[in-house]
């Protein structure tokens, strides 16, 4: 009987074991990146946190099994094959100032294997403060030529409103690691920053002065339009794939309800109609129906409705308080309180379900998970994780099943868009 | 012509002779007279303004101090958590409110009946919580017989904290609906 029971669990020791072994034989199934530093004459802190950002961007990119050690080089040297074996591709790099003091970066990249020069570029920046996206754009390039997945979520901007003060928040724009951040409104009150376009060349956002006003501004002209005032309140939550149609949670009879906004007619069409909260719309089924968060329950979750019809649908069947969710085709990712104490810790989860199917996961697992928002690649999605007092920006790469986290330092965001 | 000039003269005589024997008896005043020259007028200082407050000024400073003191007066009402309705314990300070919104000195002005929240809950749902908590009080407000042509809404959503804590007293104070007037 001894000898059964023995046997018994050296084979479940030995189920477990061959499990652990698929893992590893899938992480080792990455191919393999070593970073070269041949930088000679630019400030060592720039240099230092440009290699972070280059090892940073090629986990986030999740195609590569990174090597952290920094190797110093000299830009024109042959590369030391014997060094690196083992190893799948080399990037070396170094940044200089040119004779117009901007600042550059040239890289190369070898395929150690078959010990070819796969790209050779030089990027020039004309704001130093900007050096985060040399980094982005040159490991955006790598994957490009190896035939990856897009991963022009690297070289997005990141859109933000931070409160400063009680009843101050500026709007910020960054890199999607925060490195870079420039300061776009700054006095009074701005809220809901949300990208007008793919191209993020303009953004909507409110400012509350007597009343809330929705203004569009152009970053590159340097130039804001007032769009539609209301009272109460006014956010953009979505814009349409062609931009010319706004979901708005608007109040101008002291009712938060959702409005369909056509920037081309200027017509206000009203879609949801009931006395409670229904806020934070977003386009669906190729902009047929709008998903958005009610109260209708008693607490806070997701419904969907078919624009124009009076039924509602709802979405989401569990937790207590689903009171954030953004779109993508058919998903929706939507933030769950899946604790219930009011007066202490609780933990608010990610969740993606899709509106067409009961797909339903689970994204994280601690911690309270806020404001998740789609890349347009629709495979990423990024989201603020609090713990304790400290907060950081996190980023899930849904197809690799990985997820990322970057200390964050700004204060407290209001709202964030990508 | 010369008979003429002699004639003149010796009337010019009698006449100055004649004058001269009168100054002898007039009296001679006590305090002899002296010619008064013109005052010479005085510019410096001409123009000058004095600082202080017209009239005008004054009871815009008392109207706003009024304010001021009204919405100091005002009681701010408190909500639970993830709710917008009045609690029963609020209802005395809406009754509060209300009577001192109608006093005389308080009917000139409008209210800006202000939502605000906790930190908990997301971006917009907590604006929209804000404004629900507004439109209570206004509506409690509207039954008590304050006009609710003098009353606007607005949420602050979290961005207007008393309290900067994490804890629950803390989140409670923010939990809330304040007034501005408004001239």
Known sequence: MRKLLLLLISSFWLFATDLTLEIVKEVNALPSVVIEDATVDVETLINRKLFNLLVGDLEVSAHFQVDHTRNLANFSDPVNYMKYKGKDFLIRYRLFYDDFNKLNLEGAIYNLKSGTKILVKRYRISDNDRFAFLAHHLIFDFNQVLGFNDVSFLKSFVIFSKYTAPKQADIVISDYTLTYQKTVVHGGLNLFPKWADKEHKRFYYTQIKDKPVLYLVDIYKGTRRKIIESEGMLVCSDVSDNGTKLLLTMAPNMQPDIYIFDLITGELQRVTFYPGIDVNGHFVENERKIIFVSDRLGYPTIFAKRIGSRAVQRVVYHGRNNSACSTFGDYVVYSSRETNNAFGPNTFNLYLVSTTSDYIRRLTANGVNIFPRFASDGETILYIKEYGRQSGLGLIRLKYNKSYLYPLSVGKIQSIDW | ?183
């Open chain 2, 1 to 183: 012509m010369k008979r003429v000039l002699l004639c003149s003269l010796c009337l010019g005589v009698l006449v100055l002779s004649g004058c001269a024997k009168k100054s002898v008896e007039v009296e001679t005043p006590s305090t002899p007279t002296t010619t008064q020259e013109a005052a010479t007028p005085v510019n410096e200082g001409e123009g000058i303004q004095t600082i202080g407050q017209t009239q005008e000024q004054m009871s815009e400073e008392a109207k706003l101090q009024k304010m001021k003191m009204i919405e100091a007066e005002a009681k701010k009402i408190y909500f639970d958590f993830d709710k917008y309705n009045i609690r029963p314990d609020q209802v005395p300070n809406v009754d509060y409110d209300a009577k001192l919104f109608n006093l005389p000195d308080a009917k000139e002005f409008k209210i800006k009946v202000e939502g605000n929240c906790d930190e908990w809950g997301s971006d917009e749902y907590n604006y929209a919580l804000g404004l629900k908590r507004a439109k209570s009080v206004k509506e409690a407000l509207t039954i008590r017989g304050v006009d609710a042509g003098r009353m606007s809404i607005i949420s602050y959503g979290e961005s207007n904290p008393v309290c900067t804590e994490h804890t629950k007293e803390c989140w409670a104070k923010n939990r809330r609906v304040e007034f501005e007037l408004i001239p």
